[in-house]
């Protein structure tokens, strides 16, 4: 299976920062609720618009913001309890690609802290391209590879459609940003409640295609 390629979405998946970007967020716009907040990820975050923001253009935003988060993610982000044996473990029987929204240098500095680095075969974030179906798209070229030998793991509901763009499938996990309602809005191939569901359902999913379904 070393030619099948998990992607991973960052936040809410392999790190548990929502409460820590949230707030971050609410120094921006107090007004902001978590429930409104949920929704930026419905779609390509980096295409919602705040009514109540504070600048003019979005680049202002996004300078704000990570002036915001970045001194806080240090101190508070941590791994999602059980994810670092799963990634061990799907380390050795998969390529795994990290595709995020957040910067990547703040990704790479993560995964060094937390001795994730040597499992991952690329990490890109909101730097190299603010559209995730451009960076899976990227995948496929880089690697020489189809849409079949991929799988998406993420959290949110806009995740799914991207991947969805791109003839990736997806599996929704339930300990992120979304709960269980909002990722079954759009189709997915399941939904896991614990990491330690990650490697069954997965090599269900690539079992699909061996199988012809």
């Not at 998990?6 to 920062?17: E, H, K, M, R």
């Not at 795994?96 to 994730?116: A, D, P």
Request: aromatic share 14%; glycine share 8%.
């Amino acid at each position: 299976m070393k030619n099948k390629f998990v992607l991973f979405d960052f936040d809410g998946v392999i790190a548990d920062s929502f409460e820590t970007a949230f707030g971050a967020y609410s120094e921006i716009n107090p007004r902001i609720t978590k429930e409104y907040y949920r929704s930026r990820f419905e779609g390509n975050v980096n295409d919602w618009d705040d009514p109540d923001k504070i600048h003019l253009d979005k680049k202002k935003d996004e300078t704000a913001f990570f002036e915001k988060y970045w001194p806080r993610f240090g101190a508070e982000v941590k791994l999602f309890p059980g994810i670092k044996a799963v990634l061990a473990s799907l380390a050795e029987k998969y390529k795994l690609v990290i595709i995020s929204s957040t910067l990547t240098s703040q990704i790479e500095g993560f995964l060094k802290k937390n001795r994730l680095d040597s499992f991952f075969a690329e990490v890109w974030g909101n730097d190299i391209h603010t559209s995730k179906v451009e960076k899976i798209k990227m995948v496929f070229e880089k690697f020489n590879i189809s849409p079949d030998d991929c799988v998406f793991i993420t959290d949110t509901l806009g995740d799914v459609r991207e991947a969805d763009e791109t003839g990736v499938g997806a599996i929704g996990v339930t300990w992120g940003f979304h709960n269980d309602e909002t990722l079954l809005r759009d189709k997915s191939f399941g939904l896991v409640h614990k990491p330690s569901e990650l490697p069954g359902i997965i090599s269900d999913y690539f079992n699909r295609f061996q199988d012809g379904n």
